[in-house]
């Protein structure tokens, strides 16, 4: 049974960095491609990064590009994104996915087959 479980989130200034981690088991992590989305309250969950299975290709939601950096060790079993020049609008609880498709339209929600439980990121101004 695959499991996802996100950690590192929590309160940071404006400004800060924080790396949030997702772990997974049941699963060989080489063969999913992952991805972050993200939902603040009274908001629809969206798309922020997603990277491919071996990790050589990686994609942004526009308003985290050049400040946000999502990776992958396969060898671990954990995914990463780091997350730079936080702003308070990038408060959320974020949440990472798997997927077995080769072949994903990686900013769907639907694309994803696995879901962690979340973490909360909070920036204060």
């Known amino acids: 049974q695959v499991q996802l479980v996100e950690s590192g989130g929590g309160l940071v200034q404006a400004g800060g960095s924080l790396r949030l981690s997702c772990a997974a088991s049941?699963?060989?992590?080489?063969?999913?491609?992952m991805g972050w989305f993200r939902q603040a309250p009274g908001k629809e969950r969206e798309f922020v990064a997603a990277?491919?299975?071996?990790?050589?290709?990686?994609y942004y939601a526009d308003s985290v590009k050049g400040r946000f950096t999502i990776s992958k060790d396969n060898a671990k079993n954990t995914g990463y994104l780091q997350m730079n020049s936080l702003k308070p609008e990038d408060t959320a609880a974020y949440y990472c996915?798997?997927?077995?498709?080769?072949?994903?339209?990686?900013?769907?929600?639907?694309?994803?087959?696995?879901w962690g439980q979340g973490t909360q990121v909070t920036v204060s101004s």
């Open positions: 990277v491919t299975r071996g990790g050589s290709s990686t």
């Open positions: 049941g699963v060989t992590f080489s063969n999913y491609a």
């Open positions: 996915a798997s997927t077995s498709r080769a072949m994903w339209s990686y900013s769907y929600k639907s694309q994803y087959d696995h």
